[in-house]
């Protein structure tokens, strides 16, 4: 019996052969780019980039190197191809609402141009200015008006003459404006000199003042009409010359733009603006540049001009079809925008000009992909990305805008048409789905990415022709028939089944190119069997320092682990050490003690806290076990303690739980085991073993224990059957099994290992219910029926 559960040889590994596939090597194959083994996944994210939908985000699910962020990258770039070039933005001055920047969308292109045909404009028209208001033709014109109107003013300061005779005074005309002069003897007095006249006389002087004031009142009042409409004039005048010159400059912008609305009305309010500010174009430029050397001791001079810059926000000029962005960094100013500021005197200053856009922006109209986990770790960005995402436009706001020394402004928001594709891995996807419940409505589609494919004739024609296009463009050596087959082994041995492969190509790519450095030290040109088993071997070993040392303390019997001794109560567990880059295979001694109580099964691990809730669950499974088989009449009187010996760190999963009940089993018949034989296997509370993971590595772990203790043939693995066909084992443990030196069991119950264990039939109960003599249960029977008596007594 113990024989028929013996693994053959051929059924340690699934060998590949390539004799169907007519080539030589990778230069007789049309290479193939199209991601491989990802249907499931490929078919969800073309239908979410498809759907134009509120809510029908992606969330690319699967672990890294499947393909996900390249595949979804080069998915979204071939949709994006497709759709037209999204708009350019601006950001401009807001003449009614200075801290309300406005918005400003273009066609793609546009953008850049009215940005620089406005600076052209300003440009122009602070030179044009001063030359029109200093021509002479200006000057006449301004003469026309004036000389119009100065004779009806001289017309009026005679008849104030008139009456002004009557009570000795005389109106001048000055720069300060119409000025009254008293006359004493026939001389205009200064005001300094009135002081100096006798007291009598200045109170006379303040008395015809007065009178005149009265008597003028009314010719004054219709001198200050008449200058009042002279000013008018002049700015009438001005006004005039200014919109004729702003009207040529703008005109063929407006036209251009004479289908944008609200771009026309921008340039409206920039002309009226203009007009109501002509002095800042006609500023001295002496006076100017002597004021700004006297302020530029303090800070920086605020420049007028900044209210007519164009910010061009967005810019799509370069772009064919719609961006594709990936944030590789989604800090809440990378990817949501900021408002900048400049110090001034103390103070931070900002402006439409310091507007910065985020990659949800420069995204806006096309596909922004961002890695799950670097988002979420940011708060304040994932909270930012869902709120644009709600409310469908962007709004550009900084974190500290509350700040007392910071100018803030509010920046119209932007209308987003965006997909974003969020990248990570199935736990942060069920993080979010659970504990989030806007991320539901906002990434309704999910693209799950697996780690294996099927090991078929069409999927490996798919992995030769994805080598031969590597080759291609990496511009690596040919690699010949045999390399491939060892790479297609070596593809389901990471995928841990005979029937499958990894689509985690990124590892195959990696042994693609160790093993193309390997050809290119042996000066050879092309890649064969022995450089891929060389680039795999070279692998393991600049990785495996921590398993030699192992290996190395249980050599020199630091750690304990026996292989060529039978013991009871005790058994080699196998457990499964992973570093990430490389993981295998350790043995552990297993101990169990059986004694008279009704403690039950103690797990040691436990009551260290050195055990995980599965471990725990699969301790207690033991106790169904036993009382089931052996406590149907009588009540199971049994205290045990269960422990993994010089084990220091804490103990998860049910894999150990068969070995453990093995230990059990064999100190309560008292019958010992064979230390060569390790175990694995979860059971349950039936007797039935169930399947693990790692089961290669597992098996090479121990046998490379055995090897160092020196193979004698009773050396083996007891795995549990359903794992048979994950087996892909090492050419030197197969050859070890082909020639009797190793042996792996693959068993179905408890029944079936414990023999293989004691080399002693298990027992099974008879019609009375009592088990055989001289079997493995008619010994723990007996042991337990002890221990019931003893506990009565």
């Known amino acids: 019996m113990i024989y028929d559960l013996k693994v053959p040889a051929s059924k340690l590994k699934r060998k590949c052969k390539l004799s169907k596939f007519k080539f030589s090597n990778t230069n007789d194959v049309n290479p193939l780019k199209d991601i491989i083994g990802q249907e499931r996944g490929v078919r969800a994210l073309e239908f979410g980039l498809s759907i134009k939908k509120k809510g029908y985000n992606i969330f690319v699910s699967g672990i890294s190197g499947t393909g996900r962020s390249s595949h979804s990258y080069s998915m979204a770039s071939e949709f994006a191809s497709k759709k037209e070039t999204p708009d350019d933005w601006c950001y401009v001055y807001n003449f009614d609402k200075p801290d309300s920047p406005i918005a400003l969308s273009f066609k793609s292109g546009d953008g850049i141009i009215f940005k620089k045909e406005v600076e052209d404009i300003i440009e122009n028209l602070k030179i044009d200015f001063p030359q029109i208001f200093s021509s002479k033709d200006y000057e006449d014109k301004r003469a026309i008006v004036y000389n119009y109107f100065k004779k009806k003013i001289e017309s009026v300061i005679c008849e104030l003459n ?62 200050r009409e008449i200058e009042d409409v002279l000013r008018d004039k002049l700015e009438e005048l001005d006004e005039e010359i200014a919109f004729e010159l702003i009207y040529s400059r703008f005109n063929s912008l407006l036209q251009k733009f004479e289908d944008n609305n609200k771009v026309r009305n921008y340039i409206i309010k920039m002309q009226e603006d203009i007009i109501l500010n002509l002095d800042e174009f006609l500023e001295d430029e002496e006076e100017e540049e002597e004021l700004k050397n006297i302020l530029s001791k303090n800070k920086l001079l605020e420049d007028f001009f900044k209210r007519y810059e164009v910010n061009l926000f967005i810019n799509n000029v370069d772009r064919q079809g719609a961006p594709v962005i990936k944030e590789s960094n989604p800090l809440y100013y990378n990817l949501l925008g900021k408002v900048e500021h400049i110090n001034e005197l103390g103070a931070l200053k900002t402006d439409h000009t310091k507007i910065r856009p985020g990659s949800i922006h420069e995204a806006n109209g096309g596909y922004l992909l961002i890695q799950a986990k670097d988002l979420i770790t940011n708060y304040v960005s994932w909270e930012g990305l869902k709120r644009c995402l709600i409310n469908e436009e962007s709004k550009v706001e900084n974190i500290n805008k509350d700040s007392i020394l910071a100018e803030s402004i509010k920046p119209e928001p932007i209308p987003l048409d965006i997909k974003i594709i969020l990248i990570g891995d199935y736990y942060t996807y069920q993080l979010l789905y659970l504990y989030d419940d806007e991320f539901k409505e906002l990434f309704r589609i999910r693209a799950d990415f697996d780690v294996e494919m099927d090991r078929n004739e069409e999927n490996i024609k798919k992995i030769i022709s994805f080598i031969a296009n590597h080759c291609k463009e990496e511009n690596l050596r040919p690699f010949h028939k045999s390399a491939i087959e060892e790479i297609i082994e070596y593809s389901s041995r990471l995928a841990d089944h005979q029937k499958k492969l990894t689509t985690r190509f990124n590892r195959i790519v990696e042994i693609m190119y160790e093993a193309d450095t390997w050809a290119e030290f042996e000066d050879v040109g092309v890649v064969k069997r022995e450089h891929i088993k060389k680039a795999i071997d070279e692998k393991y070993y600049r990785n495996n320092k921590y398993e030699e040392k192992i290996q190395h303390m249980i050599e020199k019997e630091n750690i304990i682990i026996d292989t060529n001794t039978w013991k009871v109560g005790e058994i080699n567990g196998l457990a499964v050490i992973d570093l990430g880059e490389y993981s295998f295979g350790k043995p552990s001694k297993i101990t169990a003690s059986t004694f008279v109580g009704k403690d039950g099964i103690i797990n040691i691990e436990r009551e260290v806290s050195k055990s995980g809730s599965i471990h725990d669950k699969g301790v207690l499974i033991l106790s169904g076990y036993l009382g089931e088989k052996y406590a149907t009449k009588t009540p199971l009187s049994l205290s045990a303690s269960i422990t993994f010996e010089q084990s220091y760190d804490t103990i998860e999963g049910d894999s150990a739980s068969s070995t453990e009940l093995y230990a059990l089993l064999s100190s309560l018949s008292g019958l010992p085991i064979n230390q060569g034989i390790a175990t694995t296997g979860s059971v349950n509370q039936k007797g039935i073993i169930q399947p693990i993971g790692g089961v290669n590595e597992k098996i090479e772990g121990f046998f490379k224990i055995c090897k160092i203790k020196g193979l004698t043939g009773n050396e083996g693995v007891i795995i549990p059957y359903q794992n048979i066909e994950n087996l892909m084992l090492s050419d030197e443990v197969i050859k070890a099994v082909r020639q009797g030196k190793f042996s792996i069991y693959a068993i179905k119950t408890i029944d079936e290992g414990i023999e293989i264990l004691t080399g002693i039939p298990y027992g099974k109960k008879d019609e009375n219910e009592k088990f055989p003599v001289g079997t493995i249960s008619y010994f723990i029977q007996r042991k337990l029926n002890k221990y019931a008596k003893s506990d009565k007594s």
């Open 162 to 223: 008139e009456t002004a005779k009557e009570y000795n005074f005389v109106f001048k005309q000055t720069e300060k404006g119409l000025l009254s002069i008293p006359i004493v003897n026939g001389e205009l007095i200064k005001d300094e000199d009135i002081k100096s006249l006798p007291k009598e006389e200045v109170t006379k002087i303040k008395e015809n003042s007065n009178e005149l004031s009265k008597k003028t009142l009314e010719i004054v009042k219709r001198l």
